[in-house]
């Protein structure tokens, strides 16, 4: 886990579960070297050493998936010394180890609890099912542990936990067991976000943060169907920036990038949330607005044009640049059989707008 968060440091809480591991293994192995180490450490500081763990797996779990649970983190840590105070007590002062058993299925049960509790505040669909899954582990856990300290008052006293039967050997297992599948299940979330983050950046111009052609004909497909089924109408916008060719040639490429990044943000500052922006090629836009007709698109659009006319770009040491857009206007007709076909239609408005001056808006009118 520390290796895969050093490659991928934007994913929070990996190293505190990770941290989570090393304290389980540790006391694992602190347990094993009981009759060749001091009690204290084969006693209290392995047990305690098993549930910090478990405490911050699943903190790191809280912190991977953005949970904030303020109950925590007062009442772990009183857990804690708690169980110190118990196993210290039952260890030095009145060597007993039936309590020692009680009071460490009793923590490993109550952490358990608080990491599927946390969990359960999770609301992101996306990663639901594997959360669902690190629940019910917790849960599996909690319950197994709930069980050992039930059955611990029906035991008959061992003379020593290495030989203290099944459940002592299962309890270490379960330790194991919430290691592997919750290690699991965050790698498992993680590639899903990287993934999804792959997919997102081969649908997006890394220029200018919009939408590229390929995202964009999704989006068309996908309103195209439910004109179709609805009898709903939509609206392209088709634009491009006035003479942009002079701007790079005068002033340079990196201030043409400026150019194309100002303009982006004026579109998508004057869109809706579900309507689309995509950058077409070069200095060329184009605009999906859901449920628009014509009309409402040349107000879009004409608002755009004012916005972009009205937009100065300083350029050092003390030039402000101006620029100019034309907008075509069309919309999804009935007759229409794909909706390239009103991309055409608004594709000939803008050439229209070229061709009577630029800076202005050509409308498509409706069939």
Known sequence: MFAYSREHPKFFGIKTIGLGYFLIGGGC????????????????????????????????????LGISLPL???????????LASVLYFYTF???DLIPRIQAFSTAFAIASFIGAYGLLQHTDIRSRMVVKMLIGMFLLVGAFFV??????????????????????????????FLVILSSF???????????????????????????????????????????????????????DLDHFKKVNDRHGHHVGDEVLRRFAGILKSRVRQHDVVARFGGEEFVLLLANNNTD??????????????????????????TVSASFGVAQYCAGDRDWSAVLHRADNALYAAKKQGRDRVVVVASA
């Not at 061992?158 to 309890?171: Q, T």
């Not at 965050?186 to 976000?193: F, G, K, L, N, P």
């Not at 009205?310 to 402000?320: C, R």
């Open 296 to 321: 409402q698109g040349a107000h879009v659009a004409e608002d755009l044009r004012a916005k972009t006319a009205a937009t100065q770009i300083a350029i050092p040491p003390n030039t402000d640049l």
């Open 29 to 64: 192995v602190l347990l094993g070297l009981r009759h060749f180490i001091h009690d204290f450490a084969s006693i209290v500081i392995s047990n305690l050493a098993i549930i910090m763990g478990v405490v911050l797996t699943y903190r790191g779990l809280f912190r991977f």
């Open 147 to 176: 069980f050992r300290l039930l059955w611990s008052f029906y035991q008959v006293a061992p003379d020593d936990f290495m030989n203290a039967g099944l459940l002592s050997s299962l309890a270490v297992i379960a330790g194991e």
């Open 185 to 239: 299940a965050t790698i498992w979330m993680a590639s899903d976000e990287l993934q999804d983050e792959l997919s997102e950046m081969a649908r997006v111009d890394p220029l200018t943060g919009v939408y590229n052609r390929r995202a964009f004909d999704e989006c068309c497909e996908i309103e195209f169907s439910r004109a179709l089924r609805s009898g709903s109408s939509f609206a392209i916008i088709m634009c």
């Open 72 to 82: 925590e983190r007062w009442l772990s840590p009183a857990l804690l010394m708690l």
């Open 93 to 95: 002062h009145t060597p």
